[in-house]
């Protein structure tokens, strides 16, 4: 095959000094690759339950030769849906093929050349990588006590900060800032740059003191809200999320959608699923279930964590990430190996059905036992070799 050699020349260096994401092989792939015959998903914090029984009938009753005509291309009915449950005007809501897509609308509306995005340095990933392969400086600014650091973000906004990113609750640690802390974030900027509040994981918080975003749209016109259909509504594999912000600012992100992105599957999925509380109700209990069970057995194990909001517990092991990983995959439960969000030595546990949570209790436990094992027997050769 020949070569094209005028590709270098045009490359921009951006994205010749950016890493792809590789994604892990489908699940039957990594099944061959371990040796295990069943595998337990504990790395994407998806909702153990599925999708709710409303968007579960939608998905069942599609006709397949709607498969042959586009969808709405501006998610109509959605959109009405979700302005009437916020009580905003169905204009002021965009969707997307999932929040990677929303994350790229905003970026591509606001930044131009020179110009930079604000977020933690431990967080949601895609907010630096959209605006790094997209030719934006991304400043990451470092957790404090595994929160966004409000004083720290506002000290590096200049005359080139476009969009700050703020994840509440934080993927991974948990942490939240409550609806005064966001209040006097969103006072100190004074409107100089657009503000994200990412809520993927907001419908798993009860506490009351935990911001309505939505509300304060209307007291903020540079505030956009994220959210998604993925974990709590079990909607992961059809791929949409929205956004929401003020008349001026969604016309502004509007022009850089690109329509018929979300399919039309997921549109009517997450349509009906949006009416179906005790799918919320029900996850909520799973989830208080399945945290109570795995942080007590962290505690008999020895094992530090971070639990805070959301699906899942980040949890400090005494050997490498990518070891851990690769160990427990044999034993057919799959984490995340938490080097690439930053935090090397970590990994994050989807809190899912008590089936998939006691493997990872029993493999671990198991790890942990071979490694004690395995001390011993040096300990024992050391002694040997100095007799």
């Not at 969707?95 to 930044?111: D, H, P, R, S």
């Not at 050997?319 to 690439?340: E, F, H, N, P, Q």
């Not at 001390?375 to 040997?384: D, E, F, G, V």
């Amino acid at each position: 095959m020949k070569s094209f050699s005028g590709l270098e020349r045009l490359v921009p260096d951006y994205i010749k000094n950016f890493e792809a994401y590789i994604p892990s092989k489908p699940d039957d792939e990594l099944k061959k690759l371990y040796g295990c015959s069943r595998l337990y998903r504990l790395n994407n914090n998806e909702n153990p339950l599925g999708p709710p029984e409303t968007a579960r009938r939608v998905l069942e009753a599609f006709e397949p030769a709607r498969a042959s005509l586009y969808p709405s291309g501006d998610c109509y009915h959605l959109r009405s849906k979700l302005a009437d449950i916020f009580g905003m005007h169905p204009d002021q809501f965009l969707a997307g093929n999932g929040a990677n897509e929303v994350i790229a609308f905003v970026i591509k509306a606001f930044c131009q050349q020179g110009d930079n995005i604000i977020t933690a340095d431990k967080t949601f990933a895609v907010y630096e990588w959209v605006a790094r392969f997209s030719g934006f400086e991304a400043r990451l600014i470092p957790l404090v006590n595994y929160g966004f650091d409000a004083d720290g973000m506002l000290e590096r906004i200049d005359e080139r900060t476009r969009i700050v990113f703020i994840c509440n609750p934080n993927n991974p640690t948990g942490s939240w800032w409550d609806q005064a802390a966001l209040r006097s974030f969103l006072d100190r900027i004074e409107g100089r740059c657009i503000v994200v509040v990412d809520e993927a994981y907001r419908e798993f918080v009860e506490d009351p003191e935990f911001p309505d975003s939505m509300k304060l749209i209307a007291d903020y016109p540079n505030l956009v809200v994220f959210r998604t259909f993925s974990k709590m509504y079990g909607l992961a594999g059809l791929r949409i999320g929205y956004l929401a912000a003020g008349n001026e600012v969604v016309d502004i992100i509007r022009r850089t959608c690109v329509v018929y992105s979300v399919n039309t599957m997921a549109q009517a999925a997450a349509l009906t699923a949006l009416d179906d509380t005790g799918h919320v109700a029900r996850t909520r209990e799973v989830v208080k279930t399945g945290k109570r069970f795995l942080l007590k057995e962290l505690d008999l194990m020895g094992l530090p964590f971070v639990n805070g909001e959301g699906n899942f517990v980040m949890v400090r092991l005494p050997i490498s990430d990518s070891l851990a990983y690769r160990k427990l995959m044999t034993r057919g439960v799959m984490v995340r190996a938490m080097t690439g969000f930053r935090f090397p030595n970590w990994i994050r546990i989807t809190v899912s059905h008590m089936e998939a949570l006691e493997a990872f209790v029993d493999a671990w436990s198991k790890i942990q036992r071979e490694g004690r094992d395995f001390q011993a027997l040096s300990k024992t050769l050391c002694q040997l070799r100095s007799v």
